[in-house]
């Protein structure tokens, strides 16, 4: 193996800075709507603790979201650092949406964003609360655009060669929009990040009332946790179930590599492995344990149904579909099978544990439970955390490793999109800069979020259920001044 060949040095660097960047997204995507939960819960009722929820966990979603753009600003300039080729052919079709997701949603929700910083003594309620669903609103945009960028990497469409067949130019722009792997994947996203949030939430909240700290106010934010993430679950459930219809029939491929499937099978025998071991030139099986019917199930919604195997699918790619890029190839289209199958399983694994853990979580808590919560309890409540977060990462990992041995796919390889005139050590140079960077940047990041945690809530000002009419307006003020 050449270390400083660019095209590996390449891939990892992306990688790696993806995954880092993606770290923040979908605790911005999700924590933004619990907090403007929080605060419509106080707009409404007048509850102080619900305001101090809206004020601490906004406190988190804030330090995250500056990291998160600090990061993923890195991944626009990668494109034309380490993949120039891949930008050069399909800069017209990708460029558009990644625009309209800087210039419509980003500053969108960073224009909201401040005035729901600034604006909490200076708009009415009404309004300032509008301003942090607008926020929402934005984030999730923002994630459209950029899943729909991604789409038509995965499944190409509303695009035309150009004369001389260079390049992918715009055809039509709401058909990039529209791909319907977007469409499904964005719903697994956005309940995958509310997972993640609601595991966060529900962490915060225990390690607070573990230590009978601010219990009239955790108690609120354990629960909405701990339902959220069953709800978000059984979200990430059906649109992973949608999205998986559409992966058998955009990549095949994909899924035949999640499984370790070598050749097609109908009904009983397009089985679900839940272990496998395959031989040393991964073309073939040793030994597997599976179960009867459920692959045929999850890929085309009947008993009977037939899913492509591998070696049946290369010699389809080989011989009809791309030929043109067989020899590339060596005629093996199959991404990396450990790669995509460990990964497919470990994200259900993260996310049936981060499920059954809430439900568990909710049965200790509840109203007529006879014993206080072990303290053994407490700890796994507040370990659970990062646990759908990296369900969300190895999900990254396969839906993109899933896709190879293309950066598009049908229309060009990853190894044909690599800049051609980057040398190996400039890459790793880059390479090792933004690792080093980015451990500082971690660094500084959960610093931060730990010392808010611990901390918590400030101590509530003087109650303000008195007589004076605009008692809570200066609550308000008061508790805008102690944070």
């Known amino acids: 193996m050449d270390f400083l060949d660019p095209l590996l040095l390449a891939r990892w660097q992306f990688g790696l800075t993806t995954l880092y960047h993606f770290i923040f997204v979908p605790l911005t995507l999700g924590m933004s709507l619990f907090v403007a939960i929080f605060q419509t819960a106080w707009h409404r009722t007048g509850q102080l603790k619900y305001l101090h929820l809206t004020r601490f966990l906004g406190k988190i979603f804030l330090i995250n979201f500056a990291m998160g753009i600090v990061t993923g600003i890195v991944q626009e300039f990668q494109f034309g650092m380490n993949w120039s080729s891949y930008s050069r052919f399909v800069g017209d079709v990708f460029g558009a949406p990644l625009a309209f997701e800087g210039l419509m949603a980003f500053f969108f929700e960073a224009t909201f964003i401040g005035l729901w910083i600034f604006g909490w003594d200076r708009l009415p309620r009404r309004i300032h609360l509008a301003t942090i669903w607008i926020v929402v609103f934005g984030t999730w945009l923002s994630a459209y655009f950029i899943l729909a960028a991604n789409a038509f990497m995965q499944n190409p469409q509303g695009y035309q060669m150009s004369a001389e067949g260079h390049r992918a130019e715009m055809a039509d722009f709401w058909a990039v929009l529209t791909n319907p792997v977007a469409l499904t994947q964005f719903p697994h996203t956005i309940f995958s990040a509310l997972m993640f949030a609601a595991g966060v939430m529900i962490a915060v909240a225990a390690w607070q009332l573990s230590r009978h700290r601010n219990v009239e106010i955790m108690r609120p934010a354990l629960k909405l946790g701990l339902w959220s993430m069953i709800i978000a679950f059984a979200g990430v459930f059906l649109s992973g179930d949608q999205l998986g219809l559409v992966m058998v029939e955009t990549q095949p491929m994909k899924m035949a590599a999640a499984e370790a499937m070598f050749n097609s099978a109908c009904g009983a025998d397009a089985s679900f492995s839940i272990f496998s071991i395959g031989t040393p030139d991964g073309t073939g099986e040793i030994w597997s344990l599976r179960v009867p019917y459920v692959l045929a199930l999850l890929s085309t919604h009947s008993f009977e149904g037939c899913v492509e195997g591998i070696n049946d699918l290369n010699a389809l790619y080989t011989t009809e579909l791309f030929p043109q890029f067989a020899d590339q ?39 007529k439970a006879t014993r206080p919560v072990a303290p053994w309890m407490w700890k796994i409540a507040v370990w659970q955390a990062p646990l759908a977060l990296f369900g969300i990462l190895v999900g990254w990992i396969f839906t993109e490793m899933g896709r190879q041995p293309w950066i598009v796919f049908g229309l060009m390889l990853t190894q044909d ?17 933004f690792t080093a960077i980015y451990l500082i940047l971690a660094i500084v990041e959960f610093g931060l979020i730990f010392k808010t945690v611990r901390e918590g809530p400030q101590p509530l000002p003087s109650d303000s259920s008195s007589d004076d009419p605009d008692a809570d307006i200066h609550t308000e003020h008061a508790v805008a001044t102690v944070y």
């Open 329 to 367: 190839v060596d005629g093996n289209f199959a991404p990396i099978l450990w790669v995509t199958y460990w990964s497919f399983r470990w994200m259900m694994g993260f996310g049936l544990a981060s499920a059954g853990i809430a439900l568990i979580g909710l049965w200790v808590t509840r109203a």
């Open 417 to 433: 999109g690599v800049s051609p005139n980057v040398p190996g050590w400039q890459v790793l140079v880059s390479l090792v800069a």
